[in-house]
Every structure is written in C-alpha cells, then in structure tokens.
C-alpha cells in the first residue's frame, strides 16, 4: 500500500514492484509521475550517475506501474535521493 493506493488487487499478484528509477518532475513534493516520466535503472548507483536536478531529473525508489482511476500508468515515489 502507498499512499493509502492499494497496488495488487491480489496478495499473490506481481504487478507492481519497487524498482531504482530516474524520474523528471517539475516539483519535488510530487508523490506520484505518469510512467513516461520514470526510466527505470537497474540499480541506485546508476539512477544517481544519470541524475539531473538542474534539468529535473531525480534519482528515486519508486513502485508501480499501476493504473491510475483516469487510465493512467502511474509510479509511485517511495523516495527521492
């Protein structure tokens, strides 16, 4: 559960997953992105290296995909480095 969102309509689903990502957000309290603004790295060091504040691309944990109620891939951020 993020963010009071259920991600697994099942227990024994496997949908959505923690994964290290770079995520472009115009601000940093933002607690959810649309999936065509998260690329997904294989680990935190990677996401760090391609990481650009200056340019708004931060390094993060975030879960997801998930669908959104509007029918909108969405990730959740867990966290922002």
């Known amino acids: 559960m993020v963010h009071g ?9 496997n949908f959505a997953k923690e994964q290290f990502a770079v995520v472009r957000i115009p601000r940093i309290k933002r607690d959810r992105v649309p999936a065509t603004s998260v690329e997904i790295v294989e680990d935190l060091d990677i996401a760090i290296q391609q990481a ?11 879960v997801g995909p998930a669908r959104s109620s509007e029918g ?8 922002l480095y």
């Open 5 to 13: 969102y259920s991600l697994d309509p099942h227990p024994r689903a």
């Open 72 to 79: 909108t891939m969405l990730y959740y951020i867990i966290e």
């Open 52 to 62: 650009n504040p200056d340019k708004q691309f931060y390094a993060a944990k975030v």
